[in-house]
């Protein structure tokens, strides 16, 4: 079975640019639009690696990252977070909660792509 990645964002646009080009260079994708289905995924799946968006409207993505760290069976799962925002306050506040990677909107089928081989090999 190839890796696994879960993409959590409420935005069925956004998780169709991240799961595209994924998809077709043969990695297995799920979607979810909150974290409180992505947790489910997550504990019902082996996923090897997370691209969550920051802003969402049942929880951020910094605690929903905060709550994925607290897991010690998620201590080392890459996450990377998705966002509108580029102001490195922000990144900084998402790598002191853990977050392995940063991309910014609009979401570039290479980047994807060059993150998801950075960290899955």
């Known amino acids: 079975m190839g890796k696994t990645i879960l993409i959590v964002d409420d935005s069925k646009v956004t998780r169709l640019s991240i799961s595209f080009p994924l998809k077709k260079e043969g990695y297995e994708v ?5 974290p ?6 997550l504990d019902n799946n082996k996923i090897d690696m997370v691209f ?15 709550l994925i760290r607290s897991k010690t069976q998620y201590k080392k799962l890459p996450v990377v977070m998705v966002t509108g925002e580029s102001l490195q306050e922000k990144k900084d506040e998402g790598r002191l909660a853990g977050a392995n990677g ?20």
Request: glycine share 4%; proline share 7%; hydrophobic share 50%.
């Open 102 to 121: 940063w991309v910014v909107k609009p979401i570039k089928p290479e980047q994807v792509l060059s993150i998801a081989a950075k960290f899955l090999g």
């Open 36 to 41: 409180i289905e992505a947790q489910k995924i």
């Open 30 to 34: 799920f979607e979810a639009q909150n």
């Open 52 to 66: 969550t968006d920051l802003h969402m409207p049942e929880m951020k993505g910094i605690d929903f990252l905060k």
